[in-house]
């Protein structure tokens, strides 16, 4: 993997010297997007909520019996108060993110910072409450995305993450052996993601201009 791009402020904008001419550069909005269940307060993307100013968790009504249409419909709705958000999200909430894709296009979103996107197709009692998120757009996503995988997830094999990678046109990220990429596989704060979505944002600006 190559070293990542000088970092991408996260954070409240900063206005420029009043001599210099230049144009202020704001952060994007952050939207967290985790998957069943939620993510508990160990977790990488409630660290990152807690810690990047102005990020946002978006707070489905029911973590534990999802449900396409209704996820969807939440999130439809935090993306019109937060335009031009990066969508910061984990598990299932790649596969929502696809979905949302689909049927939307790249409206008011910028990016996509995806990270170990689950398999929905695979068997067993988790995988039937996912059923209603089967099968997964692999369409080319409308907007800069990366995703992140493990070799070792028990709920993605690294191989269907890559095919999702592909499909989605996203840059590809192997973290090798790293389990679900969640508190309990030790990713609390996580400095190296902050980093990766410093370069996603990077990403994403730079497709704006072009």
């Known amino acids: 993997m190559s070293q990542p791009h000088p970092p991408t402020p996260i954070g409240p904008p900063r206005a420029p010297p009043l001599a210099s001419g230049r144009p202020t550069i704001t952060a994007p909005p952050i939207l967290i997007l985790p998957g069943l269940f939620n993510s508990g307060p160990d977790h990488w993307q409630s660290h990152w909520e807690r810690t990047i100013p102005g990020a946002e968790r978006v707070e489905q009504a029911d973590w534990e019996r999802p449900t396409l249409g209704d996820w969807t419909a939440t999130l439809v709705e935090a993306v019109r108060r937060r335009p031009g958000a990066v969508l910061v999200a984990h598990s299932l909430g790649c596969a929502l993110v696809a979905h949302l894709a689909a049927i ?4 008011g979103i910028a990016g996509a910072f995806l990270v170990a996107p689950a398999d929905v197709n695979r068997q067993g009692p988790a995988g039937r409450l996912l059923e209603g998120f089967s099968p997964i757009p692999r369409a080319r996503l409308p907007f800069p995305s990366m995703v992140v995988a493990s070799r070792d997830d028990p709920y993605v094999s690294i191989d269907r993450a890559q095919a999702f990678a592909q499909g989605w046109g996203s840059t590809f990220i192997d973290l090798g052996r790293a389990g679900h990429i969640n508190a309990e596989s030790g990713h609390g ?19 704006s201009i072009d």
């Open 104 to 107: 939307r296009g790249a409206r």
């Open 189 to 207: 704060p996580w400095p190296k993601g902050r980093a990766l979505l410093r370069d996603l944002i990077g990403q994403a600006r730079s497709a």
